[in-house]
């Protein structure tokens, strides 16, 4: 089994900055695929970047240009750098862990941008 844990999500004026953190921890055998994603008002979950087991990465076009996806592999650890942030990213944001045997996600951790 395998629990997924965000964390880092707050409040922050427009134009701030967050670091979103999704941990994984249990029985991880190889190194995983982290995806963030964050919901939409019709509560579907829109992907916003993903960093592969071999270290790639992959952008929407909305995460492009202001968000940043990084890991720390000796942690299982997986990083969004969410800058110069805008009232339309007031979301929750979730982590998915994709590791042998299956697909994992963790519970969220909630953004809010406003003045």
């Known amino acids: 089994q395998v629990q997924v844990v965000e964390s880092g999500g707050g409040w922050v004026q427009p134009g701030g900055s967050l670091r979103l953190s999704c941990a994984a921890s249990?029985?991880?055998?190889?190194?995983?695929?982290f995806t963030w994603y964050r919901q939409t008002l019709e509560n579907e979950r829109d992907v916003l970047a993903l960093?592969?087991?071999?270290?790639?990465?992959n952008y929407a076009d909305s995460a492009k240009g202001r968000f940043t996806i990084s890991r720390d592999n000796a942690k299982n650890t997986v990083y969004l750098h969410l800058n110069n942030l805008r009232p339309e990213d007031t979301s929750l944001y979730y982590c998915n862990v994709d590791v042998w045997p299956g697909s994992y996600w963790g519970q969220g951790t909630q953004v809010t941008v406003s003045s």
């Open positions: 960093s592969r087991s071999d270290g790639s990465t």
């Open positions: 249990g029985n991880i055998a190889s190194s995983p695929a």
